[in-house]
Structures are given as C-alpha cells and as structure tokens.
C-alpha cells in the first residue's frame, strides 16, 4: 500500500524566512497530494493540494512542487509568519483514501 | 455553512466498555472517512465511505472496531471492549467527491482509563 514519510518532524525560522517541508511517497499511481495545516487544538484544514498532471501551484505565500519521477513533493511558505507556526500534513491518495505523513511542527519566531 | 460536526467532543470511558462516536458531514458530501489521531501523531486511516457502495475497512486496526452509515449521511464509529491504546482523538471528514479536498470535523478525544 502507499507510504508516506514526511522531514523535517520539526522546524524552527525566523519570522521573515523561508520554510521547507518535504515529502516521498510510495505508490506510482497516487495522483492527488494535498497539505493541511493544523494548530493546536484545532482540526485540520486544506491550504493547498496539488494533482499529478501539474509541477507546481502556488497561493500568495504558499506553493507546492511535486516530482513524479522522483516520486516526492514539497510545501514552500515564503516570508514567514509567527501565525504559520503550527503542524503541517502532507497526504497522498492511494485510492481509496488519503495516506498522511507524520507531520512537520513548525515554529517561527518574531 | 455547517461544516462536518462530531459528538461527543470529549468521552472518558474504563476499559473493555463499548462507544459509539458520530459524525455528521457535510450535507451532499457523498464521501466519509474516519481517521485516529493519537498524540504527536499523523492520521491513520480507518474506513471510508462513498456513496452507496460497500466501505473501505481495510485501516481498521481490529474487529472491536465497526462503523456504519445511515442514509448516505451521518456515520457511528463503534469500539467494543475498549482498550487504553485505542485512546487517541477520533477525525471525522466529508467531502463532495472523491479524490477532492476533505473537510474535517473538530474530533473527538477518546481517553480510556
């Protein structure tokens, strides 16, 4: 079945710095990659996806890249904020359900 | 609009007792999915539901665990004989169509003492 690993598991920037989050997946046919951000205490909410027949989509601040070949995609959020600070998933969808990673814990300082 | 709600939001139970954890979609959402959350953890996948057709178990982790969907709308996830590793926070989500974003209700945090 689909596997996903998800680094860095923490992070710490700067408020004003760039933050990185990378992602593999397993199974050549996933198609859909999506990324959620959850604070704490709160649920889960989508702030970007991306599927397989595009590299790269981008929000404002926030931008996902994904690599077939290489089978691994990414989230980029550029000029940080200290309200982008809390955990990041990113999923992949196997077919019947999404796959997430472990999820990134992200922390961004003034 | 209402977004995906889930009751109760806090269930406090001794082991080996049965629960029942309800979800509530999104109207018109024909898919479901539950999913655990255990402490600094991701989301494992547990069931799915689209539409009429049979659900995807195949994320349940023992036969204590079932789960049903009445009328193509609201969902009962049950654990029996409760176990303190099944302790974790129990997500709910809806979505419009299948492989399309999904909308998560606030959960609800199972503690089994």
């Known amino acids: 079945g689909e596997n996903v690993e998800q680094h860095p598991s923490t992070l710490s920037v700067q408020e004003g710095d760039s933050a990185v989050i990378k992602c593999t997946y397993s199974d050549s046919a996933s198609n859909y990659f999506p990324w959620y951000k959850q604070e704490l205490g709160k649920r889960p909410q989508l702030i970007i996806d991306?599927?397989?027949?595009?590299g790269e989509k981008k929000d404002q601040r926030i931008a996902v890249t994904l690599n077939k070949t290489a089978k691994h995609f990414s989230l980029h959020i550029t000029e940080t904020q200290p309200e982008d600070s809390a955990v990041y998933f990113c999923a992949a969808w196997a077919g019947t359900a999404l796959i997430f990673g472990k999820g990134t814990t992200l922390s961004v300082s003034s | 609009g209402a977004g995906v709600s889930q009751s109760p939001s806090n269930k406090v139970t001794e082991k080996g007792k049965d629960v029942e954890l309800r979800c509530d979609p999104i109207s018109g959402h024909t898919a479901l999915y539950w999913y655990r959350q255990s402490l600094g953890q991701g989301l494992e996948f547990l069931i799915y539901f689209q539409g009429n057709s049979a659900p995807d178990k195949s994320g349940l982790p023992s036969d204590r665990f079932s789960a049903e969907r009445t009328g193509g709308s609201v969902s009962t996830l049950t654990i029996q004989r409760t176990q303190q590793e099944d302790s974790a926070v129990y997500l709910c989500?809806?979505?419009?169509?299948?492989?399309?974003?999904?909308?998560f209700g606030p959960g609800t945090r199972l503690t089994v003492l």
């Open positions: 991306i599927r397989s027949n595009v």
């Open positions: 989500a809806s979505s419009p169509a299948e492989v399309n974003e999904q909308f």
